[in-house]
């Protein structure tokens, strides 16, 4: 079969070593009660300490948000008792032959990100350090990197959450490094536009819109809420070893659209993907489920792009009986 994409899959210049993502973190624990159900007995009580109490023995003077108390596994501990060491990894195309760790050392602010501390070791110590970023609340994805191991988003993610001394910080596997912690993302890109990411709707838009039923969309929902952060693309092990797989991501858009009722693709775009380097390369260890920050699950959507394909081509065998 043709390939999807084009090369010969094989990587093509300097990546990081290729982690895949690990499990994902425990969730944080959710607010109780019934979504839409007020509380009958009016609302609970919150039970914050009173101000003493919330004061004392705390270090003071760590800016606006010194009064909260520090997670159980890392204690907010005094200014200058609290310095990490951040090991990033480094490559200029221009001047490295390798990429190589290059260690800071930086004392993060209660709370602070791992996309905060990098702005600020950049800002403070070496501003010849690049990364993306852009809207850091997890909405433009484009700060994902590897931190101690794990794929994430740097924003997303706090450094005392990690309960560890040390951050290692790795650009995304899959992909070739640019510069530093950032990679070229053309192959992620070239996937998703091959499956025409966009509403294939018949004829000209109503004046009042397109009307669809709240339960379609609802199944259409989960596929909205991709932000495009290549975290699933980075660790698929399939899209380690053949760098003609379309990807997670992709296919998860294709399926976004096929699940949508006013979208009118044919059926021949789903074929597209029909073969190894689409749904049939997916070896469904579901790696992009657990590493992607927006809960879409894309291995979802693959096999609901499966099970479309194989409707389709029976479909089309009993049509073609005498
Ligand atoms: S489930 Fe499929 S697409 Fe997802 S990471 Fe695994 S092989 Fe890749
Ligand atoms: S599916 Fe999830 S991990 Fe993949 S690009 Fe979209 S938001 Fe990121
Ligand atoms: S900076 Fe936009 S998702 Fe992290």
């Not at 969730?27 to 019934?34: K, L, T």
């Not at 969309?217 to 660790?235: D, G, N, P, R």
């Amino acid at each position: 079969m043709r390939p999807l994409l084009p090369g010969d899959g094989r990587p093509r210049r300097v990546r990081a070593h290729g982690r895949g993502g690990r499990s994902h973190p425990p969730r944080r624990p959710q607010a109780g009660g019934n979504p839409g159900v007020s509380f009958p007995e009016g609302f609970p009580q919150t039970g914050r300490r009173v101000l003493a109490q919330a004061h004392d023995n705390h270090p003071v003077g760590q800016g606006p948000r010194d009064h909260l108390q520090g997670r159980p596994n890392r204690p907010i501990r005094p200014p200058g008792e609290n310095i990490l060491t951040f090991k990033i990894l480094r490559f200029d195309a221009q001047t490295d032959e390798q990429p190589h760790f290059q260690a800071y050392r930086h004392e993060p602010k209660p709370y602070e990100t791992v996309l905060e501390a990098l702005k600020d070791i950049r800002d403070q110590q070496d501003p010849s350090l690049s990364f993306r970023y852009s809207c850091r609340e997890a909405v433009c994805g484009s700060c994902s990197v590897v931190i101690n191991g794990r794929i994430a988003l740097a924003c997303r993610t706090q450094v005392e959450d990690l309960g560890s001394d040390e951050v290692v910080i790795e650009p995304l596997p899959n992909l070739e490094i640019q510069k530093d912690l950032i990679v070229d993302l053309n192959p992620f890109w070239e996937a998703y536009r091959l499956v025409e990411p966009f509403l294939q709707a018949p004829g000209p838009v109503p004046e009042k819109g397109h009307r669809v039923a709240e339960r379609d969309m609802e199944k259409v929902f989960q596929y909205v809420t991709c932000i495009l952060c290549a975290c699933c693309y980075s660790a698929c092990p399939v899209a380690t070893r053949d760098g003609r797989y379309v990807g997670p991501a992709a296919l998860a858009k294709l399926t976004r659209f096929a699940l949508d009722p006013r979208d009118d693709r044919p059926f021949s775009a789903l074929e597209r993907v029909d073969g190894p380097d689409g749904v049939w390369g997916c070896d469904t260890v579901f790696r992009c489920n657990d590493v992607c920050p927006k809960d879409v699950r894309p291995a979802d959507g693959i096999a609901v792009l499966r099970r479309k394909i194989i409707a389709g081509k029976t479909k089309r065998l009993f049509r073609r009986k005498p």
